[in-house]
C-alpha cells in the first residue's frame, strides 16, 4: 500500500460528503473485512479523514450478520476462515449494498471471479488510497442514484435541469440528447453543488480508470456538453483544478 501522507494530494473529494449531508444521504458507513491488522491500521484513519466511519471484521463469516447501515463494503479475498468470494455470494444473497474487492490477486480469471460473484468492483493491491476513495464514493453515488428518493434527484442551475434518476437534461425546457458519458460527467458536476471537481476525480468516477490520454479525452466529453447545452459559462473551468457547474455570468 502506498504510503498514507499520498492521501490528501491523491484526489480532491472534501466537498462530497457535505453534500451527502445536504441530500439527507448521511456519511458513508464502510464495513471492512480485511484480516491484515497493518493495512486495517492504515485504511480505516484514511477512509476517516475523508468522512467516512468505518467497521472492521478480521474474518469472513460474520460479515453477511453485519450488513445493517453498512454503504459499501470493502472485502478482502484472502480470508482465515473462508475464501472471500464465497462470502461475496453470501452478502449478495441477503442484500445490494455495494461491495468492492480489494485483493492481492490480480489476475484476470481471479477479477472476473470476483465480479461475477457479486462484487460491483475490484482493486488490486497494492492501491492508491485515493483510487479506492474515489471508487467508493462511485459506486455509492451509483447506488443511491438507482433508488429514487425524491425531489432531490432534481438539480437545477440556471435553465438546466438534471433528473439523475431518469437520465433527463434540458435547458429551457428543451431536451438534450447526451451520450452515457456526457450525462455521467454531467451528473456529477451537477451533483457536487457549485464545488469544483479535480480532474482526476471526474476520470476516476466516470471512466473508473486513468490513462495517458484521459485529460483529452475529458475535454473532448466538456467541450461537447458546452454545445449541447447551449452556453459554454455552464461548464466553467477552474484552471489547473478542474470544472463546476455553475450559472453564465449575467444569468438569474
Known amino acids: 500500500m502506498r504510503p498514507v501522507q499520498h492521501l490528501e494530494q491523491a484526489i480532491g473529494l472534501r466537498s462530497y460528503n457535505a453534500l451527502e449531508r445536504e441530500k439527507g444521504w448521511g456519511v458513508v458507513h464502510i ?9 486495517a491500521a492504515a485504511l480505516r484513519p484514511a477512509l ?3 468522512g467516512m466511519t468505518t467497521t472492521r471484521l478480521a474474518t ?6 453485519h450488513l445493517a447501515g453498512v454503504d459499501v463494503v470493502l472485502l478482502d479475498l484472502g480470508l482465515p476462515d473462508v475464501d472471500g468470494v464465497d462470502v461475496c455470494r453470501a452478502i449478495r444473497e441477503r442484500s445490494d449494498v455495494p461491495v468492492i474487492v480489494v485483493s492481492a490477486r490480480g489476475e484476470v480469471d481471479d477479477r ?9 468492483d475490484y482493486l488490486v493491491k497494492p492501491y492508491d488510497i485515493g483510487e479506492l476513495v474515489a471508487r467508493v464514493h462511485a459506486v455509492y453515488r451509483r447506488r443511491r442514484l438507482a433508488t429514487p428518493t425524491g425531489p432531490e434527484d432534481v438539480v437545477e442551475v440556471g435553465d438546466v435541469r438534471v433528473d439523475l434518476h431518469k437520465h433527463e437534461v434540458t435547458v429551457a425546457g428543451r431536451p438534450v ?14 451533483t457536487a453543488g457549485g464545488a469544483v471537481c479535480t480532474r482526476s476525480r471526474i476520470v476516476a468516477e466516470v471512466w473508473g480508470r486513468s ?3 484521459a485529460n483529452r479525452t475529458l475535454d473532448v466529453h466538456v467541450a461537447t456538453l458546452r454545445t449541447k447545452l447551449g452556453n459554454p459559462e455552464y ?7 478542474g470544472y463546476r457547474l455553475g ?3 449575467g444569468a438569474e
Not at 461548464?235 to 483544478?241: S, Y
Open 211 to 213: 490513462w495517458a490520454g
Open 31 to 39: 464495513l471492512l473485512v480485511e484480516d491484515d491488522d497493518r493495512v
Open 60 to 65: 469472513g463469516r460474520p460479515a453477511p450478520d
Open 112 to 120: 472476473i471471479l470476483g465480479l461475477h460473484s457479486g462484487a460491483d
Open 177 to 190: 440528447n447526451l451520450t452515457r458519458k456526457e450525462f455521467q460527467v454531467l451528473a456529477l458536476l451537477a
Open 247 to 249: 450559472n453564465p455570468a
Open 235 to 241: 461548464v466553467q473551468t477552474v484552471r489547473g483544478v
Open 48 to 50: 476517516h479523514r475523508h
